[in-house]
């Protein structure tokens, strides 16, 4: 069978992009890494190692090249990059480095520090594919406001990372550039949607990373690789120059949320961004400043947390149940008030959400996806075909079916909101913050990574959440069958059958961090104190 002029062209394009990324890291595959370049690309703290930086202790030519020659290995390992920035940020570095000299200080509060973006992220020369073949040889013309703020600060971006085909996935894969896996075991995945940036991270090869976050996904990442995220409410961080998949959809927007290898690195990360007003380049920002008596306030007095154990859809393994007991006990101890959060509003909103996202996400059915498939015409991913089955089978929305969907949203936000501001404590205290898993698993095989419901529904009630990673999957403290358990449903019974402690043993589990709508200094100030907490202990 001879194939037809439209395969041979998107195969044509894959070849073309993949030897131009191979070009671009050939030259460093020889290079190796010194003792010293581990040990500086070992530093998981930003401001201390622009400290360093601005100490001349290191240049920042030295530190780009160090953690370009990890990202290469990283690569090696993983395939996690997609566009090649190299040139880009040594010359940067150069610069930065000439400022230091003749100004005897640094550019900003950043000044030398690596950072890598999802291939979502504009910057100026260089395509952004979102992971699509007909995105391909299209550069853009400017960088993504976020990437400017950054750059401002004395940031250096090294590269872009790999995502799935149109983004809307928990892990990594697109006929582009091919299938990312998880550092630690190359049969399980890395997470996604910002994937790429997890692995990447996890292997030292970036400081900090920026992603999206529509339904987990700089939460995921975080989650299976030990990593730390954020995933804003809307509107607080700067998405200009981020193209996303059906763009236009405002009714659960996307996000762009950082992930980094320390918590002292994310909250610089947010609040210098925050701090650079980027209400003023992107009209989607609201302006609200830094609120650091927001901050402060969660580390001046004990906290009152609510916890979430059981979604009440699916019933999470046994390891993320031992550490979230654990981290109750471990606050309970320090003084905190640890109270159960009632799971039956929560199940609702879950089973409406799983409705919902379907329908608004398919309210065109799948023709934005459609289109840019049909633009490279390479094949769809199997989670793709899935995606654009359920559109095909589903009714097309009136104008009037779309604003009862977005009446039921509101109506689940509000509902949800009004449980969290009446619940009192039994000291006759309001809730700061819940804890809740992140995933019902720790990392899983290829293409079963199914449910997103403890990250997503936050998605729908657009609160702020954070990941912060805290233990590991242990054949010595969990048990090697997993304990009898009738399924609720076929998703739960799905999860259930992937326990395998033989293959999770070791990979990292996480706490997730949840407040209320635009409370990321709340959020990241409880997140310091839990962390302190489960570090100490």
Same mark, same amino acid.
């Given at each position: 069978?001879? &194939? ?7 195969? @044509? $394009? ?15 595959? @020889? ?6 370049? $581990? ?13 360093? %930086? ?28 997609? &566009? ?17 000299? !003749? ?13 890598? $973006?999802?291939?979502?992220?504009? *910057? ?42 149109? %983004? ?105 961004? +925050? ?32 916890? *979430? ?10 390891? +993320? ?26 199940? &609702?909103?879950?089973? +409406? ?50 604003? !009862? ?7 689940? !936000?509000?509902? !949800? ?9 039994? @000291?006759?205290?309001?809730?700061? %913050?819940? %804890? ?30 954070? $990941? ?40 990292? *589990? ?9 409370? &990321? ?17």
């Amino acid at each position: 069978m001879h &194939e037809t002029s439209t395969q041979v062209d998107w195969q @044509s $394009v894959v070849a073309s992009k993949r030897k131009q990324r191979a070009d671009l890291l050939n030259p460093w595959l @020889s290079e190796l890494s010194s003792p010293e370049e $581990v040990a500086v690309t070992s530093i998981s703290d930003a401001a201390l190692l622009s400290h360093k %930086i601005c100490n001349k202790e290191f240049t920042a030519v030295y530190v780009t090249t160090a953690y370009i020659k990890r990202a290469v290995i990283a690569h090696k390992q993983t395939n996690c990059l997609t &566009e090649i920035c190299f040139k880009r940020a040594l010359d940067r570095a150069k610069n930065l480095d000439n400022y230091l000299a !003749q100004h005897g200080k640094p550019i900003g509060p950043l000044h030398g520090v690596p950072f890598t $973006v999802k291939d979502q992220f504009n *910057l100026k020369g260089f395509d952004t594919t979102l992971g699509y073949v007909g995105r391909a040889n299209k550069t853009a013309t400017e960088d993504a406001v976020f990437v400017q703020i950054l750059e401002r600060l004395g940031g250096i971006v090294l590269a872009k990372t790999n995502l799935p085909q149109t %983004i809307m996935w928990c892990e990594t894969d697109n006929p582009l550039w091919g299938l990312t896996v998880n550092p630690k075991n190359s049969n399980l995945t890395p997470g996604g949607s910002t994937g790429g940036e997890g692995a990447l991270l996890a292997f030292n090869g970036s400081l900090l990373g920026l992603g999206t976050d529509i339904g987990g996904s700089v939460r995921i990442p975080a989650h299976i690789n030990g990593l730390y995220s954020l995933k804003p409410s809307s509107g607080r961080l700067p998405y200009q120059g981020v193209p996303v998949s059906t763009e236009g959809q405002e009714h659960v927007p996307s996000v762009v949320g950082p992930l980094a290898r320390s918590l002292d690195t994310l909250h610089l990360l947010i609040k210098e961004t +925050i701090k650079a007003e980027p209400w003023k380049y992107d009209t989607k920002v609201h302006p609200i400043p830094w609120r650091q008596e927001h901050y402060d306030e969660m580390l001046s007095r004990p906290l009152v947390i609510g916890i *979430l154990l059981d979604d009440g859809v699916v019933k999470v393994h046994p390891p +993320i149940e031992r550490v979230l007991r654990e981290v109750r006990e471990k606050l309970e101890t320090a003084g905190h008030e640890v109270v159960d959060w009632d799971a039956s509003g929560h199940e &609702e909103c879950i089973r +409406i959400m799983a409705n919902l996202f379907d329908q608004f996400y398919l309210a065109d059915n799948g023709e934005d996806i459609r289109r840019d498939i049909a633009t490279g015409g390479e094949p769809f991913i199997p989670h793709v075909e899935a995606l654009l089955a359920r559109a095909e089978a589903a009714p097309v929305l009136s104008v009037y079916d779309y604003w !009862q969907l977005n009446r039921k949203k509101h109506a689940t !936000q509000q509902a !949800q909101l009004k449980k969290w501001t009446e619940f009192r404590s039994p @000291s006759g205290r309001d809730i700061d %913050i819940l %804890i809740s898993p992140t995933m019902p698993h720790a990392a899983v095989p290829h293409r079963h990574c199914r449910w997103v419901g403890y990250t997503k529904v936050w998605n729908v009630l657009d609160y702020t959440t954070m $990941v912060i990673p805290y233990g590991h999957v242990s054949k010595e403290l969990d048990p090697g069958v997993a304990p009898e358990h009738v399924p609720r449903n076929e998703v739960d019974k799905w999860n259930w059958d992937l326990y395998d402690l033989d293959v999770m043993d070791g990979h990292p *589990l996480s706490v997730q961090i949840v407040g209320h709508r635009l409370e &990321e200094e709340k959020v990241l100030g409880a997140a310091k104190v839990i962390e302190e907490i489960l570090r100490r202990t």
